[in-house]
C-alpha cells in the first residue's frame, strides 16, 4: 500500500459544472477525512467518515458539496454548480480508530474554478 | 474563529541552529496536538504529536513541548538541515467523540546551508 490516493490531481472546470473527486485511503484505515486548502492557510476540515458513515460534516459544507463513502472504502466528494470561491487544494486523509491517532494525507486535488 | 493560531508567517534559520515554530489555541477542550510539514506540491506529512497530558515528546531531532495553562506548544528542531525547509502545520484534536483535526496557517520555515 502507497498511501493515501487522490485522482484526479488537478482539474480545471467553468464554473456552474459539476466536478468529483476520488479518495482512496490506505487499506486498514477505517477513518477517512475531506479537507479544503487555500492559499496561505491550513486544512479545513470538511467532513470524516467512519467506515461509510459520514458522521460529521463541517458548516463549510454547502449544499452544493456531498461526500460518500459507499462500501467503507474509497470516498467520493462531488461539488455541484461550482463557483469560483470553490478554487481550492481538497485535501483526503485517512487514519486508524484510536483515541491517539494521527491521519495520513493524500497529495490532494487542486481545483481552478475559471 | 481561528481555535489554532501560528503567528509567525515565516522564520529564517541557519544550517546547524535550533528552528523553534510556536503555536497557540484556544479551545480548552484540545487534548491531542500534532505537528505536520508540507512540501510543494505535496499533502502533509504528520511529523510528531503530544498528547495533553504530556508535556514533551521528543523524536530524534524533533521536539514538541506543551504548555496546557499557557495553551501554548512549540515544535523545536535540532540541528536543523536545509532538507526542513517546508511549510509547518500546528494541529489540535478534541478526541471527545467528533475526530476532527483543526489546523493553523502554518508557518515556513527557511533553513539556510
Known amino acids: 500500500d502507497t498511501g493515501v490516493s487522490q485522482d484526479p490531481r488537478h482539474k480545471i472546470t467553468k464554473r456552474g459544472q459539476n466536478v468529483t473527486f476520488r479518495c482512496d485511503p490506505i487499506?486498514?484505515?477505517?477513518?477517512l477525512y475531506w479537507y479544503r486548502q487555500t492559499l496561505g492557510q491550513g486544512p479545513e476540515f470538511l467532513t470524516y467518515?467512519?467506515?461509510?458513515?459520514?458522521?460529521?460534516k463541517s458548516r463549510l459544507l454547502s449544499d452544493r458539496f456531498s461526500a460518500e463513502r459507499p462500501k467503507g472504502s474509497f470516498s467520493t466528494l462531488e461539488i455541484q454548480r461550482t463557483e469560483q470561491g470553490d478554487s481550492a487544494m481538497y485535501l483526503c486523509?485517512?487514519?486508524?480508530?484510536?483515541?491517539?491517532?494521527?491521519?495520513?494525507f493524500g497529495q490532494g486535488t487542486r481545483l481552478t474554478v475559471v | 474563529d481561528q481555535q489554532v493560531k501560528q503567528n509567525s508567517p515565516s522564520l529564517s534559520v541557519q544550517e546547524g541552529r535550533i528552528s523553534i515554530l510556536n503555536c497557540d489555541y484556544t479551545?480548552?477542550?484540545?487534548?491531542?496536538f500534532l505537528w505536520y510539514k508540507k512540501y510543494p506540491a505535496e499533502g502533509p506529512t504528520f511529523l510528531i504529536s503530544?498528547?495533553?497530558?504530556?508535556d514533551k515528546n521528543e523524536d530524534g531531532r524533533f521536539t514538541v513541548f506543551l504548555n496546557k495553562s499557557a495553551k501554548h506548544l512549540s515544535l523545536h528542531i535540532v540541528p536543523s538541515q536545509p532538507g526542513d525547509s517546508a511549510v509547518y502545520f500546528c494541529?489540535?484534536?478534541?478526541?471527545?467523540?467528533?475526530?476532527?483535526?483543526?489546523f493553523g496557517a502554518g508557518t515556513r520555515l527557511f533553513v539556510k546551508a
Open positions: 503530544i498528547s495533553s497530558i504530556k
Open positions: 486523509a485517512s487514519s486508524h480508530q484510536g483515541v491517539m491517532t494521527e491521519a495520513f
Open positions: 479551545n480548552s477542550m484540545f487534548d491531542y
Open positions: 487499506s486498514e484505515h477505517n477513518r
Open positions: 494541529a489540535a484534536r478534541e478526541n471527545t467523540g467528533g475526530f476532527k483535526t483543526i
Open positions: 467518515f467512519q467506515n461509510e458513515a459520514q458522521l460529521e
